[in-house]
């Protein structure tokens, strides 16, 4: 039972660069979302999708897409990486009949940009 | 908008101390209330939740009460161990919604 998984774990990429950011589920769970942790602000919210096919905005969506083709994943796509991006990067998933139970968390990657 | 609002750390105590940190919410709806864990290098487990008002949640020896009237969801331990040193993290997510809001997180250190 892996849970949430993210790949990779840690990356350095220089400005300007794009890459992928992985996160899969074997949960079944609707719901996923990605976070971003700084230090002194907690978790804040990039982007979330409640189903296959479905995703919309949260708190600091600039600079990223996703997409969610399946229940199973969802990828986090910088588009072209700034310093202001580096940060630890967390999924998480959870399902409607527990969304006030909680997420699963991945256990997160730690992004560079110089 | 809907926040949460912890105490700032880092927190150190001395094993078998008492421990509280302090929370309060605000929210526009009726919102279910967490406290995660965070271990180095890791990410977060959730460890206890409280989904109305008067809720106790307990896990692991902690606890937390959900007080609508003050708005708060303050964490407690009774005897704290070097174990359960890490970051804390209060959170609350409205009724029927799956954006769960995170605070700024509170570091306990416990000393042996």
């Known amino acids: 039972n892996a849970g949430v998984t993210q790949t990779p774990k840690f990356q350095v990429l220089k400005t300007g660069q794009s890459m992928t950011l992985q996160c899969a589920q074997d949960?079944?769970?609707?719901?996923m979302s990605w976070y971003r942790q700084d230090p002194g602000m907690g978790l804040r919210l990039i982007h979330y999708?409640?189903?296959?096919?479905?995703?919309d905005q949260g708190e600091v969506p600039n600079g990223y897409n996703v997409s969610r083709s399946t229940t199973e994943d969802f990828p986090l796509r910088l588009l072209s990486a700034a310093p202001s991006q580096t940060s630890v990067y967390f999924c998480?998933?959870?399902?409607?009949?527990?969304?006030?139970?909680?997420?699963?968390f991945g256990s997160g990657t730690r992004l560079t940009v110089v | 908008g809907d926040s949460v609002t912890q105490m700032e750390g880092p927190v150190t105590l001395s094993e078998e101390a008492f421990l509280t940190i302090n929370c309060t919410y605000t929210a526009t709806g009726y919102p279910s209330l967490f406290w995660y864990v965070q271990y180095p290098g890791e990410g977060l487990q959730l460890l206890l939740k409280a989904t109305k008002a008067d809720d106790k949640g307990s896990n692991k020896g902690f606890e937390a009460t959900y007080r609508k009237e003050t708005t708060s969801f303050h964490l407690e331990k009774g005897s704290v161990q070097v174990s359960d040193s890490a970051v804390y993290f209060c959170a609350l997510s409205v009724t029927g919604g799956f954006k769960t809001i995170f605070g700024a997180g509170t570091r306990l250190f416990v000393k042996a």
């Open positions: 998480a998933s959870s399902t409607p009949t527990q969304s006030n139970y909680g997420y699963t």
């Open positions: 949960m079944n769970h609707e719901y």
């Open positions: 999708s409640v189903g296959a096919g479905i995703t």
